[in-house]
């Protein structure tokens, strides 16, 4: 490959006359293919074949079955569509393309999809393919950052940890906001470690990571600052020149940040508020409420008004212990182990050995400053979603997936170069010892799933141990085999739960990943098989358009993911009661294995039948084929084919039509948007076609089924409980393939 590299440019005047550009463009581009698949000069051949291999080999994996999830989120692939549509739409992140309400959350993340939707049309692998790509990329972006101080074995090795991490390959699959935060926060990382380093044009990398740091705001908010400050401190203490120089580029990268995210949230302050959509998730119409209070310090301490179940302090709604114990050990319990920790003890174990290492180094030192950078941004992360008080869901641990993979990887390429040493030899046996007995562990917590793998996890970790704390010492072949065993006992257990990830569908708000039974079957931070840390509130819990049940079993439409009743549901998932199978779980007796289809077998995400049930906060409504043609016809003349409580109801509707439909409330129902009044205003304007509802609108009242939370059975908080029961009284009621429809342009 090198004598092809140096000859292509002695090749090009020889050219003769008959070949003319052509020829010479042949041979550039063979020079550039050579040169893509060979790499750096000075690296060995093999090293960048396998970056390649692994990119490839993460993409496929993450492609595999990726249409089985449907819509995923429903919420976010409504806003999707819209956005599609619409340019305001897709500026705001407008849940629907009339610009009623947005998503609770910036728009960047939603930007890439909507872009993809607008190019190729709706549909699941649209949405889904740019998700996959920021995984592929985020893998990509992981090994070169590890892979320029510590080498290509350690990039490779942090590469497919991150690949292999169960919350990873269900995350990269989904259209979550987390996947380009994950993405982002890499690339900051990245961008700080190149400013470390002594060299010209350094300043560059950090102003580069200030304005990742300000997209990922723009994805999701103040989660994007959470290592920001380790990053910061590390900078000021270990970056080459004087402290006057550090302190004026970090003011300069902050600036960049604040420029990266600011001329959007400048934009939506300044816009008028009666020609944009309503901040879905604040209770002003301000996006920096929302920034500051439930998408901020709520989720820290518990006080999260307009949160789930309304709440409006700590223990309101399901902060203050209903997201499950806060704690140390949250990250290694039921509900969280099996997603992100099966190396994290191994992450922890090398950050020490790293920093132990590297103590004699200088204040420069690019390898120190690395196991700071790295360490300190899985620390800051892992502490505050370990005691954080207010909602939390297993898969945002996407967040430390790229820590602990870097740190993995580092770790043990610093401890094999040392492993002549017993110490660095011991550090290196008792990583494998504790990495297989923790796989042993946590497959455990699934007897029935592949009870082989935990004993074959554990013999080949035990043996592993052995080798790397005597044979490794003696002889590097031998060394290597203990090291490759070590490796394949800690990647045995994440790699099996990620296959199990990949072969199934996930749709909802919750999701989580690995097999069925891995994980307490809830969704909200602990183990819960039956509700909110085993029982579901006294009456049961209401969801939009969705029903509690007794003893944590939710109803039909409003089933709690989870909960007894049906199987399939430990991923957060309605019951399977339509065509197909439920992600997760049995087909009902008579339908055909496989993936779940639309109400024509073509939309992806949707139930069949002729139903059209109500949805519920978690997940969407089953929408059929009667509903939808009844929202189509004259679907010219509205601005709103129909207007429902509750964001994941509405986008279930909006899917199956690709028309316009109001969310009353947002996506808890508990958004005082629209009013009574401008509702009032819209229908006598005949802006809006039909009111779904779901037979409890008559009175707006609650009964212990409908719960008093924004958006249930009708009923729900202000000027939302007003709506449905003004639309019940005055307005034609009417039952369109299962479902209750109010024609608001005929009275009753």
Not at 105 to 111: S, T
Not at 139 to 162: E, H, K, M, P, Q
Not at 287 to 300: A, C, K, M
Not at 609 to 618: K, P, R, T
Request: net charge positive; aromatic share 10%; charged share 10%.
């Amino acid at each position: 490959m090198t004598t092809l590299n140096s000859a292509a440019p002695a090749a090009l005047p020889g050219s003769t006359g008959s070949t003319g550009s052509t020829g010479n463009a042949g041979i550039a581009g063979s020079t550039r293919l050579a040169r893509l698949w060979r790499g750096r000069a000075e690296d060995a051949p093999w090293v960048r074949p396998a970056f390649l291999g692994l990119l490839v080999v993460t993409g496929v994996l993450y492609l595999w079955n990726l249409s089985a999830s449907g819509y995923a989120n429903s919420f976010y692939s409504a806003a999707v569509q819209a956005g599609g549509e619409s340019w305001k739409a897709f500026f705001f992140g407008s849940l629907d393309a009339a610009n009623a309400i947005t998503v609770d959350k910036p728009p960047a993340a939603l930007w890439p999809m909507a872009l993809s939707v607008r190019l190729f049309g709706l549909g699941s692998w649209q949405i889904l393919v740019p998700e996959v790509l920021m995984g592929v990329a985020t893998v990509g972006v992981l090994y070169a950052a590890v892979r320029r101080r510590f080498g290509a074995g350690a990039g490779l090795i942090a590469g497919v940890v991150l690949a292999l991490t169960p919350v990873a390959a269900l995350m990269f699959r989904f259209n979550n906001p987390d996947a380009l935060l994950a993405l982002l926060m890499t690339v900051a990382v990245y961008g700080v470690l190149r400013a470390l380093e002594d060299r010209p044009g350094a300043a560059k990398w950090l102003v580069g990571a200030g304005v990742a740091f300000g997209f990922a705001f723009l994805a999701k908010t103040l989660q994007a600052f959470l290592i920001l400050p380790p990053l910061a401190l590390v900078y000021a203490v270990c970056a080459p020149g004087g402290i006057g120089r550090r302190i004026g580029r970090l003011g300069l990268a902050g600036l960049a940040m604040l420029v990266s995210a600011g001329w959007w949230v400048a934009l939506v302050e300044l816009w008028p508020a009666s020609s944009r959509p309503y901040v879905g998730g604040s209770q002003n119409n301000s996006f920096l409420e929302l920034t500051f209070g439930y998408n901020g310090l709520g989720r820290i301490n518990g006080d999260e008004t307009g949160s789930v179940g309304g709440g409006g302090g700590p223990g309101g709604g399901m902060g203050g212990g209903r997201w499950g114990e806060t704690g140390i050990g949250r990250m290694f319990n039921d509900s969280v182990g099996g997603q992100i920790s099966w190396l994290l003890p191994a992450a922890l174990i090398l950050l020490v050995a790293g920093l132990v290492v590297t103590r004699r180094a200088p204040r420069t030192d690019t390898a120190r400053s690395a196991f700071l950078v790295w360490g300190g941004s899985l620390l800051m992360t892992l502490a505050v979603f370990s005691f954080m008080a207010g909602i939390f869901h297993e898969y945002y641990t996407i967040a430390l997936a790229p820590y602990v993979a870097a740190l993995v990887g580092m770790g043990a390429s610093v401890l094999w170069e040392e492993r002549t040493r017993f110490a660095a030899s011991a550090a290196l046996a008792v990583t494998a010892a504790v990495s297989a007995w923790w796989a042993w562990t946590l497959l455990g917590r699934t007897p029935d799933w592949l009870p082989w793998l935990r004993w074959a996890v554990l013999v080949t970790g035990a043996v592993a141990t052995v080798g790397l704390l005597v044979a490794g010492r003696v002889d590097r072949r031998l060394g290597l085999a203990a090291a490759g065993l070590g490796l394949a006992a800690g990647l045995a257990g994440p790699f099996a739960y990620t296959l199990a990830t990949v072969g199934t569908g996930h749709q909802g708000s919750i999701v989580t990943a690995g097999p069925a039974g891995g994980r307490g079957p809830g969704g909200f931070g602990g183990r819960m098989p039956g509700g909110f840390g085993g029982r579901m509130p006294e009456g049961g819990m209401a969801f939009p358009g969705g029903q509690g049940g007794q003893n944590g079993q939710g109803g039909q439409n409003g089933q709690m993911p989870g909960g007894p009743g049906g199987q399939g549901q430990s991923r957060g998932q309605n019951q399977g009661q339509s065509q197909g199978q439920m992600p997760g779980g049995t087909p009902p007796q008579g339908m055909p294995q496989g993936g779940f289809q639309g109400s024509r077998g073509e939309r992806p995400g949707f139930g069949g039948g002729g139903g059209g049930g109500m949805g519920g906060l978690l997940n969407g409504a089953n929408v059929g084929a009667e509903a939808e043609a009844a929202l189509l016809k004259d679907a010219g003349s509205y601005t709103w084919v129909a207007a429902t409580i509750g964001s994941q109801n509405a986008a279930s509707y909006q899917l199956a039509t690709e028309k316009p439909v109001m969310a009353i409330g947002g996506f808890n129902g508990s958004d005082p948007s629209p009013t009574l009044a401008q509702f009032k205003q819209y229908v006598a304007e005949g802006k809006i076609h039909y009111f779904i509802g779901s037979g409890g609108e008559d009175t707006g009242e609650s009964d212990g089924r409908t719960g008093g939370r924004g958006g249930g059975m009708g009923g729900g908080m202000g000027g939302n409980s007003e709506i449905s029961s003004w639309v019940a009284k005055t307005f034609e009621k009417v039952t369109i393939g299962g479902a209750t429809f109010y024609d608001l342009t005929k009275k009753a």
